[in-house]
């Protein structure tokens, strides 16, 4: 079966590089702009895009360490 | 006062409904769509005040009261059922169309009550069809998702009801209005409200029993049950400082759940509880600007929160499947879907130029203006985790990932035109906040379109994107379910009940043959010595009868001669 156009790895990596650059424009738009923190952390070199990073990094490893404790069988209830 | 303006907007909504079943298609399509255009007519008949009293034993109701709060969530009740109705149009079954419109007639019918029994009978009405509206997928899992549902909200019921008793015992009057929290009966209020809002402990109900509807009746339960809670908490508990943690605790329960799920439209009803959180920490800020951004986000939450569940609904409607585990690659053949799932996807996550982004970010800049810096920073935090559950996850999960080898095509017509719709409300008050800006409950001084505000934003969440492809590995999906807090009364109370029956069962069987064997023996010795063989029943010779008498005469006659 012919691959659609939008899954060819070229496609993929194409879309890796737009992203990335893309990502590199908000990091320079920052540069440009007035930072007004209100609680001064707040207010460091492109805090969004670090503090947006990090904290989902962190949510996604709560989430893998919680899913541990917390995950059965998707028939769990059924047998009730 | 005139007389449109004291009908109560949500009656046409409920007894319409109950026309429904009577008429053939064309008359039942005419009516679900009439309806909540009458009703959003109706809405914005009714003035400031109080247009309807009726006597109540010694009370006065107020079925009809109304403010800039009630026609705004009155407004986007009506336009969600309009728009669900839409969707489910043919599809539906007409117990689930009749039980959709009036649980949005009594939404509605709570966004106008001027006093509290009135708020209880239609809070009450909500429950009852919102269960029916479950019900009405009619699998073998609806029903008793059903009744857990139905269990939990009559509970919910039952605690506002006691508030409420206990308000008007306290006060006198039945007035619903801003209340403090300083008596038990506001308490109770409080955590009667908060149940239908899905707030901790009890949260499970919602992502429990709303993937168990039908595709189209999800979309219409999303709407109506938790934004009313939303409503009556902007209304009677505003500033309330413990409705920031509560918030709060939404927001991430919501994430990690929806992060950990495998059911596409489960995904999606613990996204709704992390996106109420957002709500009930602006409206437990209290401030001006927080009450509108809560506001103003339940209305843009209800419209691109149906956008997702239709284009969840259009899947598992052409697909019969919900687990992403099964699902992957539909954009090949659903353009269409897809690309309505993505704009709704992008507005839950706030991105400019959608409607998330003028709304949400109220309430995280009003923290900022109350220097709330804890609530602030989880905010921020909050914002980028749902661009990682619901933004990426979601359609990425569906829509792209792997190739499932399905190819089904788009939805009928009527559903491509209720998802065109919504994506375009989307869209619209993401460009232009203005009008809705305009109908808030607080006038708007607020500029959401700043330079630093978009950068800030598109760093926030094209990074959290990044974070999602970089830990893509970690999230494979299981075939797995959470255990929440509905573990307790499913899994535990049920087995702690049984155990409780086994232990009573088995100690009353070992006492019933102590008893018995007890019985046995004095049964045995009165038989031994009264029985038909017994020594004191025997039948006696007579002539021994008088050996005795002369042996007691003899025995009398010694003892008396001594």
Known sequence: ?80 | MTAISAIPPGLPLVLGALLLPLFGLRIRAALVLGLPLLTLALVWQIPDGVSLRLPFLEYELEPVSGDRLSRLFGTVFAIMAFAGGLFALNRARTLELVAALISAGSAVGVTFAGDLITLVAFWELLALSSTVLVWSAMTDQSYPAGMRYLVIHLLGGVILMVGVIGHIADTGSVTFTIMALDSPSHWLMLAGFLLNAGAPPLSAWLPDAYPEASPTGMVFLSAFTTKTAVYVLLRGFPGADILIFIGLYMIFYGIVYALLENDMRRILAYSIVNQVGFMICGIGIGTELSMNGAAAHAFAHIIYKALLLMSAGSVLYMTGKRKCTELGGLFRSMPLTTACGIIGALSISAFPLTSGFISKSMISQAAADETMAMAWFLLTAGSAGVFLHAGIKFPWLIFFQKDSGLRPPDPPLNMRLAMILCAFICIAIGIWPAPLYAILPFPVDYVPYTRAHVIEMLQLLLFSGLAFFIMLPYMKRTLTITLDWDWFYRWLGPRAINRLTQLLSRWHTHRRTDFLRHMGHLFGTLFLYHGPRGILARTWATGSMVLWVVILLGVYLVAYYF
């Not at chain 1, 001064?40 to 360490?65: E, H, N, P, Q």
Request: charged residues 20%.
């Open chain 1, 1 to 80: 079966m012919k691959q659609h156009w939008l899954v060819r790895p070229g496609t993929i990596r194409l879309l890796w590089v737009m992203f990335l650059f893309v990502l590199a424009l908000t990091i320079l738009a920052s540069l440009f702009t007035e930072v007004h923190g209100w609680f001064r952390i707040d207010g460091s070199f492109a805090f969004y895009a670090w503090y947006g990073f990090l904290t989902c990094i962190g949510m996604v490893i709560v989430a893998k360490l919680l899913g541990r404790l917390l995950h059965r069988k998707d028939s769990y209830y059924d047998r009730d």
